[in-house]
């Protein structure tokens, strides 16, 4: 049996990403960087992901997270209403708007 490798991290990516989905609101919020580069959801993505963080300072009320694997992404758009947004490895977008 041969196991692809490159396809189990994308694999491994849409999990994590369909978790983040499932999450409430509270789930989201921060209150600096390293807040989110600390919390473990972030560590259950594959080596390789990238994270990008924009807008998060000391108390900022809106804020992007900025994840991604290849050509796969979720977005975090901390604003009200928060946004999430993942785009899947075979490039379908689910989104989901939480107060």
């Known amino acids: 049996m041969i196991i692809d490798f490159q396809h189990e991290q994308q694999l491994r990516f849409d999990r994590q990403a369909g978790f983040l989905l499932q999450q409430k609101a509270s789930f989201f919020q921060f209150e600096q960087i390293a807040d ?3 919390a473990e959801w972030l560590n259950a993505f594959p080596p390789g992901t990238q994270c990008s963080i924009s807008g998060l300072d000391d108390g900022a009320d809106e804020y992007g997270i900025q994840i991604s694997y290849k ?3 979720v977005l975090i ?4 209403p928060i946004k999430l947004v993942h785009r899947d490895r075979n490039g379908v977008v689910h989104s989901m708007l939480l107060n």
């Open 36 to 38: 989110v580069y600390n």
């Open 77 to 80: 758009d901390y604003s009200q």
């Open 71 to 73: 050509h796969q992404s």
